[in-house]
C-alpha cells in the first residue's frame, strides 16, 4: 500500500494543471509544476504537500482570491478522496478575509472529500459561524451533516484544536442534538467523535447527554456507546454502569504471563475468571505500563473483548505485538500488564521488553 502523501504526486497535479489551462489563460503551467516537482517533493510529507500545492495554486492563478476561487470551483469535481483536499486548503489560506464566498466554497467541496479541516481557522475568526453548522446539520446531504459535527470538534486530529469549545463546549452541544438521531452511520461516527473529544476536558458533561441520548433512539444507543471509549477506557464507574459492567462478585482464576519479550516479537498472557453466578455483561481490557525516558511509565489501555455470557467461568489467552513503529519509541526495562475486568483492575504482572 502506498504511502498517503504519494497521492499528492506528478499525474494528479498535471492533470490540475491541464483543467486550469482552458479556464485561465495566463496560468503558467510550466512553471507551476517546476515549482512543486522538483528535488525537494519527495521529502516532503502529506500535510507539506497539501500546502505546497495550495500556495503554487495561490502564486499562479489570478491574485484576485474571488477569481481564483471561481476556477477551482470549476475544476474540483474532477477529483476524489485525499487529493481533494487541496482545494479546502486554499480556501484555508487564501480565503480567511472572505467570509462569504470562502464558505459558500467549503459547502460545495466536502461532498468530494471533506473541508473539517479548513472550516475551523474560520469558526475561530468568525464565532457566528457555529449558527450556519447548525442549518447544515439539517441539511439532506450527510456530507454537509457531518462538516456541521466535524468541523466543530473540540480536539480533531491533525488540525488546529479549538480552545473555546474545549472550555465550553455547551453550543457544540446544541448542534450535536441536532444529529442525535441522525440515520446516517457516517455522520452518528462523527457526532461520537465529537462527543469523545469533549469528554476529555468536560466528562461530567457529557456523561449527562450520555444519560439522556442512551435511551432516546437506536442511533444515539450507538452513538453513545462509541463516544464513551475514553471514559470506559478510564473505568469511569458512571459510565460502567451505565452499559451495565458490574465486576462485583467477579473472580480470577489464573494469570499467566511471559516473562520477557523481544522487540518486534509477540508478548502472550492467559487468564480465568469466574462467578457464583453468570458472569454476564463483559468488557475485558488489558493495560501495559510502558516504560519511557527517566523511568517514567507510560499507560495504555488495549481491549480484549466485550460479551455478553450465562457461563460462570471463562478462560482467554491473548498476545501482544511489540511491533517497531515510528509513531512509539520502546525501551528495554522491566514493563508491567495490568488485567482489567469490567473497569476494575484484578492483577499486575513484569515482563521484560529486549531490544
Known amino acids: 500500500m502506498q504511502a498517503f502523501k504519494n497521492i499528492y ?101 466536502t461532498p468530494q472529500c471533506s473541508s473539517e479541516f479548513a472550516i475551523r481557522p474560520f469558526l475561530i475568526k468568525y464565532p457566528e459561524l457555529l449558527e450556519l453548522l447548525k442549518i447544515w446539520a439539517l441539511d439532506e446531504n450527510e456530507h454537509i451533516r457531518r462538516l456541521a459535527s466535524e468541523g466543530c470538534r473540540p480536539r480533531l486530529p491533525w488540525a488546529m484544536a479549538l480552545p473555546e469549545y474545549k472550555k465550553d463546549p455547551h453550543k457544540v452541544l446544541e448542534l450535536l442534538e441536532l444529529l442525535k438521531d441522525d440515520p446516517s452511520k457516517y455522520v452518528q461516527k462523527s457526532v461520537a467523535n465529537n462527543l469523545n473529544d469533549i469528554s476529555k476536558d468536560n466528562p461530567e458533561l457529557v456523561k449527562m447527554v450520555f444519560q439522556r441520548w442512551y435511551t432516546s433512539s437506536k442511533q444515539s444507543q450507538w452513538i453513545v456507546k462509541h463516544a464513551a471509549r475514553t471514559l470506559l477506557k478510564a473505568g469511569d464507574a458512571e459510565v460502567l454502569e451505565l452499559f451495565g459492567y458490574n465486576s462485583k462478585g467477579i473472580k480470577l482464576i489464573h494469570f499467566d504471563l511471559d516473562a520477557s519479550v523481544m522487540l518486534n516479537g509477540y508478548l502472550h498472557f492467559s487468564f480465568g475468571i469466574c462467578a457464583s453466578k453468570a458472569l454476564g455483561k463483559l468488557r475485558l481490557e488489558y493495560k501495559l505500563g510502558l516504560l519511557r525516558q527517566k523511568g517514567k511509565i507510560n499507560y495504555k489501555v488495549f481491549k480484549i473483548s466485550e460479551r455478553n455470557t450465562t457461563q460462570q467461568s471463562l478462560s482467554l489467552s491473548k498476545t501482544h505485538h511489540f511491533k517497531e513503529v515510528t509513531t512509539r519509541k520502546y525501551y528495554s526495562g522491566i514493563h508491567s500488564l495490568t488485567l482489567v475486568v469490567n473497569g476494575k483492575e484484578f492483577a499486575t504482572k513484569e515482563f521484560e521488553l529486549k531490544i
Open 9 to 109: 504526486n506528478k499525474e494528479e497535479i498535471t492533470k490540475l494543471a491541464n483543467l486550469i489551462v482552458p479556464l485561465y489563460a495566463e496560468f503558467k503551467q510550466e512553471e507551476f509544476l517546476a515549482s512543486l516537482l522538483n528535488s525537494s517533493w519527495e521529502h516532503k510529507e502529506l500535510k507539506e504537500r497539501i500546502r505546497a500545492i495550495s500556495l503554487a495554486l495561490g502564486e499562479f492563478l489570478p491574485q484576485n482570491y474571488l477569481e481564483a476561487l471561481a476556477i477551482l470551483t470549476q475544476v474540483h469535481t474532477e477529483f476524489h478522496g485525499l487529493f481533494h483536499l487541496i482545494f479546502p486548503d486554499f480556501v484555508e489560506v487564501f480565503g480567511l478575509d472572505h467570509f462569504d464566498a470562502s464558505i459558500k466554497a467549503l459547502k460545495l467541496f
